[in-house]
């Protein structure tokens, strides 16, 4: 099984990018793009993919210009993703622990029926067959020649 990706330098590279939309800002040549930061248009860079007669660059200049924005959208699907399964996790591991928790209030039911019912009586004169809690537990019997 691959080990779970980890999120935390991918956050940390989108993070540290220049944040907002990035556009193609020609005011400063062909193939600069730009990015609004809190009402102002902060340069990101020249990137230049080539002519826009290669069909071919003009689907990478779309998808770098589209990156850092898919890029936040993916983390936090991501992160929604983990945490819902987080989630199923616990509630499975939690209806596991109730399971549990209501066979063993059931066997201890079954071995405090064999104890006397007035506290007061000697349990010493109630002496209790160990075969019978083994069964009040559903405990298999011990292997034959074995002590208990």
């Known amino acids: ?17 220049t944040p907002g939309d990035w556009y193609l800002q020609p005011n400063h040549g ?5 990015s609004e930061v809190n009402g102002y248009e902060r340069g990101v860079g020249a990137l230049d993919f080539g002519s826009e007669d290669n069909t071919g660059a003009m ?4 998808f770098v210009l589209a990156a850092h924005t898919d890029m936040g959208q993916l983390l936090a699907e991501v992160t929604r993703l983990r ?3 987080k989630q199923e996790t616990l509630r499975a591991e ?7 928790a209501e066979l063993a209030e059931a066997r201890l039911a079954a071995v405090l029926a ?3 019912a007035d506290p007061a009586e ?18 298999p019997a ?4 074995s002590a208990g």
């Open 94 to 100: 939690l209806a596991t622990a109730r399971q549990r």
């Open 83 to 85: 945490a819902i399964d």
């Open 59 to 62: 689907a990478d200049r779309a």
């Open 1 to 17: 099984m691959t080990q779970p990706l980890d999120l935390a330098p991918i956050r940390a590279r989108h993070r540290a990018a």
């Open 142 to 145: 011990p292997a034959a020649g």
């Open 30 to 34: 062909p193939n600069f793009v730009s």
């Open 114 to 116: 064999l104890l006397p």
């Open 122 to 139: 000697d349990i010493n004169a109630s002496w209790i067959p160990l075969r019978h809690i083994r069964a009040a537990l559903n405990l």
